[in-house]
């Protein structure tokens, strides 16, 4: 096997922990020795050991000392002491001659200091090998430490002829199409809905999956600017998972007795500038959510909400979920232009086509990965 496709086996073992790792990176390292994969790993959980750590496990589980064999590892070997030792200091211990990194970390606490502890001890380091494939893995992971705005996921549902709801149909995708968004809800930290999806459908927007306790509920982010949810809905039940209402500045003097109910029921308020229309800044919003740590947003709705997002170019990727069959006459809301630009394969980069028991996903990625 050549070097890249040791990597590119180290890139499949980092992928099987996409929806679980979040909002840590993906990554996934290969020791080999005289030409064989002598020990796998990958991060598999958030808060569990790294890549690096698993994989030299794995080595030494096998009856191999990784001592003077190559490591391919994804993303740069940490260097800080986080939930776990960094991996800089076990790959060095383990005296490990020879380091392939795909991509660097761009996060504060690594950033080349990982590359240049492994060079410092001597071992030979090459960074590059297959570094689009890495980053493209861990698009979201990237932007947020190189921008410090999180990765924006826009996300819908359409009957055939481009209708977003009916007048009697509450659902326009299957099952599985819905199963498929609790399992991209996973992978974010936040969910962002405009209030007239929840006057329309009441949604709770947390990720249900059979047979799993999901542990880290992603914050629900409604855009209510002037404040027009009503007392008993869903997202404002904030045992479930916490809510945040993105409202505009001047609907916090107008609606301060309103606010302060919300607070007390464990509501975050943010107040953001807005536009003549009365419409939030986006801009400020996704710095701040940013600044919270979200590093993937799913966009999930509605129409105006995804239209805003999409003309301001705020948009990373898009994920459209298209049922076989047409509403007709049955149809209420239509997808607008730029959402049908946007989900037109032909716009997106990394372009993919699933199918999910008839209804058929096409998402992709709205520019290159750099
Ligand atoms: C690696 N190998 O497999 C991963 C890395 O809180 P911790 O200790 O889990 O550290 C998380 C940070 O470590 C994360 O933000 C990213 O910079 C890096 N992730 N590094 O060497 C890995 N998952
Ligand atoms: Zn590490």
Redesign the pocket.
Same mark, same amino acid.
């Given at each position: 096997m050549e070097d890249k496709e040791y990597m590119q086996t180290a890139i499949e073992l +980092?992928r099987q $922990?996409i929806g679980s790792?979040e #909002?840590?990176? +993906?990554?996934? *390292?290969i020791i080999v020795k005289d030409s064989e994969i002598v020990g796998r790993?990958? %991060?598999e959980h958030?808060? $569990? #050991? %790294? +890549?690096?750590?698993?994989a030299l496990s794995d080595c030494r589980a096998n009856g191999i000392d990784p001592a003077g064999a190559t490591m391919y590892?994804?993303?740069?070997? *940490?260097r800080?002491?986080?939930?776990? +030792? #960094? *991996?800089?200091e076990a790959v060095i211990e383990a005296q490990i001659s020879k380091v392939f990194v795909a991509a660097g970390?761009p996060?504060e %606490?690594?950033a080349g200091g990982?590359i240049e502890q492994l060079k410092r001890a001597g071992i030979e380091v090459q960074v590059g090998l297959c570094r689009k494939q890495a980053r493209l893995l861990n698009a979201g992971?990237f932007k947020h430490?190189e921008t410090r705005r999180p990765w924006v996921i826009a996300k819908w549902a359409q009957s055939a002829d481009g209708f977003l709801a009916g007048k009697t149909r509450r659902w326009i995708t299957n099952e599985a199409s819905r199963r498929d968004v609790h399992r991209q809800r996973r992978r974010c930290q936040g969910i962002l809905v405009g209030v007239d999806t929840v006057i329309a459908d009441d949604p709770v927007l947390t990720v249900r999956i059979e047979g799993l306790n999901w542990p880290r509920q992603p914050l629900r982010i409604v855009l209510d600017g002037s404040l027009r949810i009503s007392a008993g809905a869903n997202v404002l039940d904030t045992q479930q998972a916490p809510t945040l209402m993105v409202i505009t500045s001047g609907t916090l003097q107008r609606q301060a007795k309103r606010i302060r109910s919300l607070a007390a029921a464990g509501v975050e308020i943010l107040a953001v500038a807005h536009d003549d229309k009365g419409r939030c800044d986006l801009g400020q919003l996704l710095d701040e959510l940013g600044r919270r740590g979200i590093q993937q947003l799913l966009a999930e709705g509605g129409r105006d909400v995804l239209n805003s997002f999409l003309q301001q170019d705020l948009v990373d990727e898009v994920r459209v979920y298209i049922s076989p069959e047409p509403l007709a006459s049955d149809g209420t809301v239509r997808i607008s232009e730029a959402m049908e630009q946007a989900g037109d394969k032909t716009h997106l980069w990394y372009a993919r086509e699933q199918d999910f028991d008839g209804d058929r996903c096409i998402s992709g990625m709205v520019g290159e990965i750099g």
């Open positions: +980092a $922990g790792v #909002p840590n990176p +993906a990554v996934g *390292c790993g990958r %991060h958030f808060g $569990g #050991p %790294h +890549a690096e750590i698993n590892v994804t993303l740069e070997p *940490c800080h002491v986080g939930k776990t +030792a #960094p *991996c800089s970390d996060s %606490h690594v990982g992971f430490a």
